[in-house]
């Protein structure tokens, strides 16, 4: 594909802008309501806008031919912004996700072997194991914050999973490091002026804290498993012992993985099942359906990684989650030379934000975006779904390298959820809608009240299950 496209002589398309204040341009608008500056911005000014901000022009994109290009036809002439390696890297260093050029080619042909389908299959009894355990120490009645749970859950079937570990022992404390860290990232982006991590504000300290809290726990999973001397063919003996022609990784690079995977392979999952939880919650016909499939094809056994075939709308009432209301609600590109895409030209340096969630609203693919329809997701309708107009893992080279391990993760998660508990939000409770890293419902969470479908919750197996915690 001919970077330049058509010739850099024949006019091209005027770019809509949003020209926000004369001295910032768009920074505040975007930073104070970023979801809203998104959405409303696409709403007024199409398919593709622009706005001034600090550093430069930021492009906001929703036409999937652009996102295609973005993603993968012209995913060579881009490259993760300056900014946002910036803000990550007190965090996640070099890891895979600001990663960049022959470093991130390197790091992704030794990482990517542990995410093979054989070995993510082979995963399937611990999440089922894990999420039964969690519905076994809720209590009928009583009121939990769906959010903090499976938060917890995520982390630890992460931690299982890819480094065989089991972090019960550790859990409050990367849970702790991770929220501090977080705080500080979004306060990084959201200061167009970020200060420096020696600067001695409170938050500041306390992420420093959060940082050699998760250091040192990392430090310590990886000294264990050098003097265990044993390639155990998981994602941490990839990391620990993996070779190529250029020798292993330094021990700053196993730690930015590391830290990377945690982050990277909790929060999203964890949020995206908190919003089909809810959305499930808010549409009781969808959640009969979707309980009604489980009945029938599982009962009330453990679902297993062969069981998933036989389960299509809960994969459906997923795919629709996603759209509606995406955990990465935008990324970012930076073009690294001219580019010209479907009749515009964005010029060199320019970031290119791209918003699954602004995209999951285009009616130009979904009709009636607002309703919750699980029931649009026939292989008709994908089929004939353009490229880029559903990118909630991102596509191309640097699609997730998690988006295998998520879906099968998340379906376990919920089929085993809609198989035991009543799906529900608290009465009169509405979540907030917080557009920071990830899509999140905020500090009140997701607060439902407790109560049994069925099985589990028979005292011969909840005796079992904690017996083994
Ligand atoms: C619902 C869950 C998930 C969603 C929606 C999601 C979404 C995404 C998106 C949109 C990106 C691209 C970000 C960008 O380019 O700026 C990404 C990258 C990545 N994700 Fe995920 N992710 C999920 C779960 C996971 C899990 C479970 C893991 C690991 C266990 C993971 C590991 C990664 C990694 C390593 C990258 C960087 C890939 C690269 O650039 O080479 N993700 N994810």
Same mark, same amino acid.
């Given at each position: 594909m001919p970077l330049t496209d058509p010739p850099r002589t024949a006019p091209t398309r005027p770019i809509p802008s949003h020209t926000g204040h004369w001295l910032w341009g768009g920074t505040f608008d975007f930073q104070n309501r970023p979801a809203e500056f998104v959405l409303e911005g696409h709403e007024r000014y199409g398919d593709i806008f622009k706005t001034r901000v600090v550093y430069g022009h930021s492009y906001f994109i929703r036409d999937p031919e652009i996102v295609n290009a973005v993603n993968v036809t012209h995913a060579k002439h881009v490259s993760k912004p300056k900014i946002v390696k910036q803000m990550w890297k007190p965090f996640l260093g070099n890891g895979l996700v600001p990663n960049d050029g022959e470093s991130w080619k390197r790091q992704h042909k030794l990482i990517m072997p542990a995410f093979h389908k054989l070995r993510i299959d082979a995963y399937a009894p611990t999440m089922a194991e894990y999420t039964r355990e969690m519905v076994c120490g809720w209590k009928e009645g009583e009121q939990r914050d769906f959010r903090k749970e499976v938060i917890d859950l995520a982390l630890r079937i992460?931690?299982? +999973? !890819?480094?065989?570990t089991d972090v019960a022992?550790?859990?409050? +404390?990367?849970? *702790?490091?991770?929220i501090d860290i977080s705080e500080a990232l979004i306060d990084h982006a959201q200061t167009p002026i970020p200060t420096p991590r020696w600067w001695p504000s409170e938050r500041n300290r306390r992420m420093v804290r959060a940082l050699d809290a998760m250091d040192d726990v990392i430090a310590r999973l990886v000294a264990a498993r050098r003097k265990e001397k044993k390639d155990r063919g998981d994602l941490m003996s990839h990391i620990v012992f993996a070779t190529d022609e250029q020798g292993g990784m330094s021990e700053k690079q196993m730690r930015d993985e590391l830290m990377t995977l945690i982050f990277a392979g909790h929060e999203t999952t964890a949020h995206t099942l908190t919003? =089909?939880?809810?959305?499930?919650?808010?549409?009781?016909?969808?959640?009969?359906?979707?309980?009604?499939?489980? *009945?029938?094809?599982?009962?009330?056994?453990?679902?297993?990684?062969?069981?998933?075939?036989?389960?299509?709308? !809960? @994969?459906?009432?997923?795919? @629709?989650?996603?759209? &509606? !209301?995406?955990?990465?609600w935008i990324y970012a590109r930076e073009a690294k030379t001219e580019l010209h895409v479907a009749g515009y030209r964005i010029p060199k340096g320019a970031i290119l934000a791209?918003?699954?969630? =602004?995209?999951?609203?285009? @009616?130009?693919?979904? *009709?009636?975006?607002?309703? #919750?329809?699980?029931?649009?997701? +026939?292989? *008709? #309708?994908?089929?004939? !779904?353009?490229?880029?107009?559903?990118?909630?893992?991102?596509?191309?080279? &640097?699609?997730?390298?998690?988006?295998?391990?998520?879906?099968?993760?998340?379906r376990i998660v919920l089929g085993t959820l809609i198989q035991n508990v009543d799906i529900n939000v608290l009465e009169g409770f509405e979540p907030d809608l917080l557009a920071e890293l990830s899509l999140n419902p905020g500090e009140r969470g997701m607060q439902m009240k407790v109560h049994f479908r069925n099985r589990i919750n028979q005292p011969a197996e909840i005796t079992t299950l904690l017996a083994k915690r």
């Open positions: 992460v931690a299982k +999973t !890819l480094f065989d022992g550790h859990s409050q +404390t990367i849970n *702790d490091a991770m919003w =089909a939880w809810y959305l499930l919650a808010k549409n009781r016909d969808k959640l009969r359906k979707a309980q009604q499939e489980i *009945d029938e094809k599982v009962g009330g056994r453990p679902i297993g990684v062969d069981d998933l075939r036989g389960l299509p709308y !809960l @994969e459906m009432c997923l795919k @629709e989650s996603l759209r &509606r !209301l995406p955990a990465v791209v918003s699954p969630l =602004a995209i999951g609203r285009n @009616e130009k693919y979904y *009709d009636n975006p607002l309703e #919750f329809r699980p029931e649009r997701w +026939t292989r *008709d #309708f994908e089929r004939q !779904l353009p490229r880029g107009a559903y990118v909630p893992f991102a596509a191309g080279p &640097r699609v997730c390298l998690g988006k295998q391990f998520a879906m099968m993760e998340m």
